[in-house]
């Protein structure tokens, strides 16, 4: 089974196995993973859910979307080139695991 592991700013790990077609947002929301706060609910309009996509799962996600290229913009903490809204980001079929850190703040 995938798995989305989430790995907090002071370097704690949690990875939690998810069904294909998961997004890397509801899986934090649904187990209370801190540090995503998804003030919009996952349609791309807050940048609450910015996470830093790690090197090793560049490969296992879609490229930025026009929309998620703007919000990132907004995002609270310093946008990176490995920026991404964790609400655009689900698990493929095929795909492992998807592994995202989570920034210092998000407001």
Known sequence: ???ITYVQPGGERRSIEV???A???LTAVANGIPGIVAECGGSAMCATCHV???EASQDAVGPVSEVENEMLESAASGRREN???SCQL???PGVDEIIVHIPSHQV
């Open 23 to 25: 997004t890397v947002m």
């Open 1 to 3: 089974m995938p798995k």
């Open 83 to 85: 920026s991404r809204l």
């Open 90 to 92: 689900s698990v493929q």
């Open 19 to 21: 069904a294909p077609g």
């Open 52 to 54: 830093y996509l790690d």
